[in-house]
């Protein structure tokens, strides 16, 4: 089992960004997936997640900005990043739990796979 992120960088304020999570070994749509973020320093938080039936549940500082989709033929997760704040910045972590539905997953230990994380940072 893999998950490899891709498509953190340097933006500006008001900037956008697309995160993707290709997975391997398994099947992202028949999961809980969740995207994560960590500044150092501090706990991991969660970001957005999406069940295997497609509903999604976004943490408050983020809702209205960022979507999480998934593409079944690519087995990839993505979070799209709009209007991006200086305090969006972390690593960001693509993570799969052992569940179908998010509900049983609230937690970062719910999650049993993790990639390697991509930086996203918001500067001027």
């Known amino acids: 089992v893999q998950l490899v992120e891709s498509g953190g960088g340097l933006v500006q304020p008001g900037g956008s960004l697309n995160l993707s999570c290709a997975a391997s070994?398994?099947?992202?749509?028949?999961?809980?997936m969740g995207w994560f973020r960590q500044v150092q320093g501090k706990a991991r938080g969660r970001v957005a997640r999406?069940?295997?039936?497609?509903?999604?549940t976004y943490a408050e500082a983020v809702k209205g900005r960022f979507t999480i989709s998934k593409d079944s033929a690519k087995n990839t997760l993505y979070l799209q990043m709009n209007a991006l704040k200086p305090g969006d910045t972390a690593m960001y972590y693509c993570a799969a739990a052992g569940f179908k539905s998010c509900e049983y997953a609230p937690l970062p230990t719910d999650y049993a796979y993790w990639g390697q994380g991509t930086q996203v940072t918001v500067s001027s």
């Open positions: 999406i069940s295997a039936d497609g509903t999604t």
């Open positions: 070994g398994f099947t992202v749509s028949l999961r809980c």
